[in-house]
T-cell receptor, first 115, second 110 residues
């Protein structure tokens, strides 16, 4: 079974702190994604990566950065946490096989509260 | 700008009813459309659609893609309380990204 693991289920941080959210997948997937999910807004793409050291901005990259130094790990960084970044963060991974897409597999989510 | 729109945003039905959830998209270099079900945790995969007009079916759930209309529907027949969830539609493109709609929150009452 594909496993996508996020390092924390719940996190409380103070305004201005630098926050690291880690995501690890064990299926050698090329693509990895970070989303945030807020009520009524669905999953909004923050960043995605299609290969090691490659990253692309999603719809809401402001205030975030990412790092993909190894294929299995994709980190989301909040440079200076703010209260409007309080949200559920979901990591996902997928690959494109020779017949096309596969579905994305999700981690369990990290509920981040910034106080 | 790529966009995925789901409707309705919220739906309340009674057990046994049939529901149809809609997803429309505007995506450059469309590759596939995916449906997910999300209860209290991470989304779980339901269907992936790449070809127009071919219905995918799993038990009481079915889905079809219309590339001409840039839309997809998800049907659930004989709904049960366990179908209560948020249903998410996502679209992937040839740039490897994947964008989601806002979701439809389905509540099935006994």
């Amino acid at each position: 079974d594909v496993k996508v693991t996020q390092s924390s289920r719940y996190l409380v941080k103070r305004t201005g702190e630098k926050v690291f959210l880690e995501c690890v997948q064990d299926m050698d997937h090329e693509n990895m994604f970070w989303y945030r999910q807020d009520p009524g807004l669905g999953l909004r793409l923050i960043y995605f990566s299609y290969d090691v050291k490659m990253k692309e901005k999603g719809d809401i990259p402001e205030g975030y950065s990412v790092s993909r130094e190894k294929k299995e790990r994709f980190s989301l960084i909040l440079e200076s946490a703010s209260t409007n970044q309080t949200s559920m963060y979901l990591c996902a991974s997928s690959f494109v096989g020779w017949t096309g897409d596969t579905e994305a597999f999700f981690g369990q989510g990290t509920r981040l509260t910034v106080v | 700008e790529d966009k995925v729109v789901q409707s309705p945003l919220s739906l309340v039905v009674h057990e046994g009813d049939t529901v149809t959830l809609n997803c429309s998209y505007e995506v450059t270099n469309f590759r596939s459309l995916l449906w997910y079900k999300q209860e209290k945790k991470a989304p779980t995969f339901l269907f992936m659609l790449t070809s127009s007009g071919i219905e995918k079916k799993s038990g009481r759930l079915s889905s079809i893609l219309d590339k001409k209309e840039l839309s997809s529907i998800l049907n659930i027949t004989a709904t049960q309380t366990g179908d209560s969830a948020i249903y998410l539609c996502a679209v992937s493109n040839n740039n490897n990204d994947m964008r989601f709609g806002a979701g439809t929150r389905l509540t099935v009452k006994p």
